[in-house]
């Protein structure tokens, strides 16, 4: 069983009251496995292994490893947004993690785009870091993704999106990015003159009471911050108080700015990205898949 599959089960995101989807299941054995196990309301789609099938609108969809082997670039985000559509609950996201090792790429792979392409079986691979994978999703769902293991996020749909999801190659034009990406600039330019929390500092919960019935909440730091603008001095720690404070509320604000400028900021890299392609205007190339059924390369 694949790793996003395991961490899903083991961290209570996957259960057999569920619909689950593998969308690019290659061979399909996850969901084997799963019905095996009792989930059985389990579907499953590969352009390759399994071309019939239709694409089933679930609670949670896999998209493991899919967009790691897709060299056209319109093509990841197409599917990438195609399986958030399909999600009811949630998205699971896998990409390939790591960086390629220069000796074992010269003798069995050569550089192609932005992968590269295994000499002996001529398929394409895309490795990402975990930073690059993190930014990839938020660009192109507009959602910030929770990282739950190496190359693994899950989508919560229970949230809003930060930003509209979108396919910035078939949907704008060159000069139509520009313009957006001044819009979103000035929205960071906005929200950055009010306090975001700090890089290292969470919101943590500690109770209190004979039964833990009070429930608090503090930011806390391993490094001293200012804990708003404009604040007297450096603190590791702070006293937020209950929910309903005004404390909680200012630093539950600021975390929310954080998250809408880093998402904000990796779709202007992506726009980037997409104005490239579209001046340099490639021929359309199909999409190379991996000829070995379940087949990863051991490049990381």
């Known amino acids: 069983m694949s ?63 899919v967009i790691s082997v897709i060299e056209n670039l319109p093509e990841r985000d197409h599917v990438l947004l195609d399986a958030l559509s399909l999600a009811s609950d949630f998205l ?37 870091s975990q930073e690059e994978a993190s930014s990839y999703i938020m660009a192109v769902s507009g959602y910030y993704p929770e990282s739950i293991g190496q190359g693994i996020f899950l989508i919560d749909k229970s949230y809003e ?16 990015l520009y ?25 943590q919960v500690y109770k209190k009471g004979n039964n833990n019935q009070h429930c608090y909440y503090r930011l806390v730091s391993r490094k001293k911050f200012l804990c708003h603008i404009g604040a007297p001095k450096m603190l590791k720690s702070k006293h937020l108080g209950r929910p309903s404070s005004t404390a909680y509320h200012e630093a539950v604000n ?20 997409v104005i490239k392609f579209l001046l340099n205007k490639p021929k359309a190339t199909k999409t190379m898949r991996c000829t070995i059924p379940g087949f990863i390369p051991d490049i990381l």
Not at 32 to 58: A, C, H, I, T, W
Not at 161 to 176: D, K, R
Request: aromatic residues 12%.
């Open 3 to 65: 790793r996003p599959v395991l961490i899903a089960i083991e961290k209570g995101i996957l259960t057999k009251s569920m619909s689950i989807f593998d969308y690019g299941c290659g061979y399909g054995t996850d969901m084997d496995l799963l019905k095996d196990m009792g989930y059985l309301n389990v579907n499953r789609y590969d352009p390759y292994y399994f071309p019939d099938q239709e694409l089933v609108p679930s609670s949670l969809v896999f998209l493991n490893y």
């Open 92 to 128: 699971i996201v896998a990409l390939l993690h790591g960086k390629h090792n220069e000796q074992y790429m010269s003798k069995y792979h050569c550089k192609y785009m932005d992968g590269i392409i295994n000499k002996t079986f001529g398929s394409f691979t895309k490795s990402f």
């Open 161 to 176: 999106p930060i930003l509209p999801p979108v396919n910035l190659y078939s949907e704008y034009t060159a000069q139509a």
């Open 179 to 203: 313009k957006l990406t001044k819009t979103l600039k000035k929205r960071i330019n906005k929200l950055s003159r009010k306090w975001i929390l700090p890089d290292g500092v969470t919101i």
């Open 254 to 273: 600021a975390l929310g700015r954080k998250i809408e400028i880093a998402v904000l900021l990796a779709r202007i890299s992506h726009i980037k990205s």
